[in-house]
């Protein structure tokens, strides 16, 4: 089954995100708006019991997240994915790395640049149309993530959350 | 905030409702395929907090969910929902009165009927076509849910998962 791990962030940095992901984004039917921590990986039964273990204590040494939503980016000319930039910081680089360290073998595809995708699978006109748009546009949000969740894959593409997993509390 | 409690069936249940959700149900873009345990109601901060304590408790003290899910099935003649029918048990219904009392002070707008949606808001025509196929049709699942989840709805009517109450644990 496969697998991955994501913080959703408040409803209305969603509802903001959910505006432009209805038009832009092909996954917009398949996840809410996010911020991938671990992207998708396979696991078996066994091995998702000891995954969430390890989950636990992550979360339970890691503090929660400032999450400070700056500008409109995009990861042109890789591909026309556009995205809400979220300011890195040490606490989600460092639980970033715990998801790609120890019992976790798998390696980081890319740099971690953390964002939330509103738009991707555009044709070059429509990205240059939109990006050129909503580059100009004003965003600010600031807010704190208190928890993550472990998420898996139906057959269709669709996520569905497993778990959640509250940051630096007494749960784990 | 609206927020709703449900239940996520297996994968192999999911992908099974989803392969018939996705020509037949108009919600299938807002949320996987789910038992519901309390339909949508509004909550603010200072409550979901108080909810979540509860749910906790809740939880903690209800046992892991049989869930035998046994013949396509349908709400007609007061709508044309078709959903596939949960056998409703003591634990499921137990946990669901819960859901309704105490600190819940809504009331269930309609009979507990444990059961998952894989069609709505079907036209007559469509409604007995599709159902006529589908009762004839042999379902039989058997699994044991040992999780529920809190989720809040976004302004386009998609849910988002806050939290997830493991059944019996010691995570309460």
Do not use: C
Not at 21 to 47: C, G, M, N, V, W
Not at 76 to 88: A, F, G, M, Q, R
Not at 120 to 142: A, C, I, N, P
């Amino acid at each position: 089954m496969k697998y991955g791990i994501a913080i959703f962030p408040s409803k209305r940095v969603q509802d903001f995100a959910n505006s432009y992901r209805k038009r832009y984004d092909s996954h917009y039917a398949l996840i809410p708006p996010h911020i991938t921590l671990k992207s998708a990986f396979e696991a078996d039964e066994q091995q998702i019991d000891q995954i969430v273990q390890e989950l636990q204590r992550i979360a339970a040494e890691t503090a929660v997240i400032p999450l400070t939503i700056t500008k409109f980016s995009s990861f042109y000319p890789s591909n026309t994915v556009i995205y809400l930039k979220v300011e890195p910081n040490e606490t989600l680089t460092a639980l970033h790395q715990k998801l790609y360290s120890g019992i976790f073998t798998d390696q980081p595809e890319f740099a971690f640049v953390p964002h939330i995708t509103i738009g991707r699978d555009l044709s070059d006109g429509e990205y240059f149309d939109v990006y050129g748009q909503l580059k100009m546009q004003t965003v600010h949000f600031s807010e704190t993530a208190d928890r993550f969740h472990l998420l898996y894959q139906l057959e269709d593409g669709a996520w569905t959350v497993y778990e959640t997993f509250r940051l630096g509390k007494e749960n784990a």
